[in-house]
């Protein structure tokens, strides 16, 4: 069975642009979270979705938003991009519903924001 | 406020002998907890989870011990490998529902390194 894939890998901005980053899960998994990670703050959550509805939402500002798709492809999109967002971008995606579940995760998408 | 704690930043180990790496937590509704290796450039890799029910979880070489009472868990390797030299991450979840779907609250990672 494929893994969580992410695309693209690498991606160069600069402040102000936007940028969306695509998620692909594990085949079944209908779940999707987002996770930021920098040197400082670790890993953070951003937002989870399940079946195409945003259901939790980490502490972050408004211009970080996403979706879900039918297919369980999810995708995320920054607008009014801040130095600050210079981060590895990870995607997990999980089976089962509610609690007890593990996450899996792509590779992750690195981005600069020059 | 950091709800999941892992103290240590480094480890160093000799290839044979058991590592522990720590992790502790403060937030009481957590009631599942995951440990998870990550490579450079790779995204984390899935290693043992343990729910509040147990107080040990084994898998190979891998071995997890949950202290409810002292908020506190830990991964044993053994024997460790050179091949198991990588960040490690514990993460915490809190039951389902409201503010805990698909959350999961990551430690800042220790690296463990093992020597041949």
């Known amino acids: 069975k494929a893994g969580v894939t992410q695309t693209p890998r690498y991606l160069i901005k600069t402040r102000g642009q936007q940028v969306t980053l695509s998620c692909s899960p594990i085949?079944?998994?209908?779940?999707v979270s987002w996770y930021q990670q920098t040197p400082g703050q670790g890993l953070q959550f951003l937002f989870e979705?399940?079946?195409?509805?945003?259901?939790n939402k980490g502490n972050f500002p408004g211009r970080f938003s996403g979706r879900q798709f039918s297919n369980s492809r999810s995708e995320m999109n920054v607008s009014t991009l801040e130095l600050g967002d210079s981060a590895l971008y990870l995607c997990a995606s999980s089976y089962r519903d509610g609690n007890y579940n593990e996450q899996f995760f792509g590779p992750g998408t690195r981005l600069t924001v020059l | 406020d950091q709800q999941v704690k892992q103290n240590s930043p480094s480890l160093s180990v000799q290839e044979g002998r058991i590592s522990i790496l720590n992790c502790d937590y403060t937030?009481?509704?957590?009631?599942?907890f995951l440990w998870y290796k990550k490579y450079p450039a790779e995204g984390p890799t899935f290693l043992i989870s343990?729910?509040?029910?147990?107080d040990k979880n084994e898998d190979g070489r891998f071995t997890v011990f949950l202290n409810k009472s002292a908020k506190h868990l830990s991964l044993h390797i053994v024997p460790s490998q050179p091949g198991d030299s990588a960040v490690y991450f514990c993460a915490a979840s809190a039951g389902a529902g409201g503010t805990s779907y698909g959350k999961l609250t990551f430690g800042q990672g220790t690296i463990l390194t093992v020597h041949p």
């Open positions: 085949s079944g998994h209908r779940s």
């Open positions: 343990i729910s509040s029910i147990k």
């Open positions: 979705y399940f079946s195409e509805t945003q259901r």
């Open positions: 937030n009481s509704m957590f009631d599942y």
